[in-house]
């Protein structure tokens, strides 16, 4: 089912309806400041598993997960005071952190060295996503097994059929990932150079 939400503005109630099927444990697809995503409940194990088999992704390998502000990004991970000014600075934008996972966080989200990375995209739909959840969501591209993205809400309806309940049609969104940088240790390591910029770390 694609649901068609104003990227700027969107309405409570509509955001609501997709969060009333996150809390059932539904997979959906939304709009970031980089790709479409798909996303699930990071508190629902059972929806996490089926994000693995759709990507057909080795368990070793966690996803990353949306927060909806800095304050929230504190409750899921170890934030130093650097790491908070570098993020403060960022954010929201298209950046994913690397950052020591806290105990909130499930086991199947982290690393073996207990990491997770971590975003607060640009985009109104996930920010109001979040805050009526009450928790973060997972964030992995809405790709095919070969890697080729789709990044229009109905050719993601069409690809994935029953698997994702709801696709978010927010428009077009850029269509390259986010830079990834590890700020663990308070050592910053550029682990991908994507949209962000990314000169602040080299």
């Known amino acids: 089912m694609i649901i068609k939400i104003n990227p ?9 309806k997709v969060v009333d099927q996150l809390k059932k444990g539904a997979l959906i697809s939304y709009p970031t400041d980089t790709y479409y995503g798909i996303g699930c409940d990071i508190m629902n194990k059972k929806s996490i598993s089926k994000i693995y088999l759709l990507k057909q992704r080795s368990k070793n390998k966690p996803f ?14 170890k934030v130093s005071n650097y790491a908070y000014k570098t993020m403060k600075r960022l954010l929201p934008g298209p950046y ?13 989200m982290l690393t073996k060295r207990k990491t997770a990375g971590i975003r607060v995209p640009a985009s109104n739909i996930c920010i ?8 973060p969501i997972i964030s992995t591209s809405a790709t095919k097994p070969d890697g080729t993205a789709l990044n229009d809400p109905s050719l993601i309806n069409d690809y ?8 978010i049609d927010g ?9 990834i940088i590890s700020l663990i240790d308070d050592e910053p390591e550029i682990l ?4 962000g910029d990314v000169s602040l770390f080299e």
């Open 160 to 167: 994935f059929e029953n698997q994702i309940k709801i696709v």
């Open 64 to 77: 990353s997960f949306i927060c909806s502000d800095l304050k929230n990004i504190s409750h899921y991970a």
């Open 171 to 179: 428009g077009s969104t850029p269509g390259e990932p986010s830079s």
């Open 8 to 16: 700027l503005n969107p309405p409570p109630r509509l955001i609501k």
């Open 128 to 135: 109001a996503l979040i805050k009526e959840l009450g928790n």
């Open 192 to 195: 991908r150079s994507g949209l």
């Open 96 to 108: 994913t952190f690397i950052l020591e996972g806290s105990k909130l966080v499930p086991k199947i």
